[in-house]
């Protein structure tokens, strides 16, 4: 833990896909600063649960929720509600960057990354919203520096970043009287287990760390930070951006 978030201790925090990869890398940050945390996500969580209740004497809680059903991700948003109090943030982190070739990509195909990779996104920020106005919160998208570099090959998850980044500064704009603050994050390549067993190559790791400024790769440790920092009133007047954590590569316009 680099820094320590007072106002965090006993918020009520929803993430989607909070059980893997960045999504398990925030729970726990937000546990350690005495957040009160729920989470959902489509498969088991047991062995994370496990983890997180040896670290922390309890765990968080775990609904089973298919984030793509507007009506059972607001339902479980009202549970994580009635056992940990009203809603202070939300992210919205569930998604799938699942690589397709563009002139092969059916509406089937599109229509099921969005339903991942966007809906969902839009409908828990209305859920927050309301759960929210008038009292204050915090959204957090994460959104995607890959659409920022013009990648291919997944176009429709780069469609959907670009638009949660678009997203955000709208909703940023029309909530702002309401107290609700939204923001999104853009990574870089965050070198989750599931990026390192389908995508990472040896030679594709070291091309892109030598775009990146700081030649450290990223772990999902370090979306932590940038995360609390915006749920936080540390940034109580930090609404409508998107701030990029990727090692420097973006910015450098490279």
């Known amino acids: 833990m680099t820094a320590i978030f007072p106002d965090l ?6 993430i989607t896909g909070g059980g893997k990869g960045i999504g398990a890398a925030l ?9 009160k945390v729920a989470f959902v996500g489509r498969s088991d969580a047991s062995g994370f649960l496990a983890r997180m209740t040896e670290k922390y004497g309890s765990a968080p809680l775990f609904i089973q929720c298919d984030v793509t059903d ?7 948003m009202d549970q994580a509600a009635t056992a940990h109090g009203p809603l202070d943030v939300l992210v919205n982190n569930a998604a799938d960057d699942l690589r397709m070739v563009s002139a092969e990509v059916s509406p089937a195909d599109w229509d099921a990354q969005i339903a991942i990779n966007l809906k969902p996104y839009f409908f828990g920020c209305q859920k927050a919203h309301s759960m929210m106005k008038g009292r204050g919160g ?4 994460y959104s995607s520096t890959s659409y920022m570099l013009g990648m291919g090959g997944m176009i429709p998850y780069t469609s959907s970043n670009a638009a949660i980044t678009a997203m955000s500064k709208g909703l940023a704009r029309e909530w702002g009287a309401d107290k609700v603050r939204v923001n999104a994050i853009a990574p870089g390549w965050v070198l989750t287990e599931k ?3 389908k995508w990472a190559t040896p030679e594709g790791l070291e091309a892109f ?3 990146q400024s700081l030649k450290d790769f990223m772990a ?3 979306m932590i930070g ?4 915006l749920a936080s009133d540390a940034a109580r007047m930090v609404t409508g951006t998107c701030l990029v954590v990727d090692a420097g590569v973006v910015g450098m316009g490279s």
């Open 9 to 14: 201790k006993n918020k009520s925090v929803f």
């Open 27 to 35: 729970t726990d940050g937000f546990l350690a600063q005495g957040a």
């Open 195 to 197: 990026q390192l067993e």
């Open 220 to 222: 999902p440790e370090d």
């Open 226 to 229: 940038p995360t609390l920092f």
């Open 138 to 141: 915090a959204i957090i998208n």
């Open 209 to 211: 760390r030598e775009r």
């Open 70 to 76: 507007p009506d059972a991700l607001g339902q479980a």
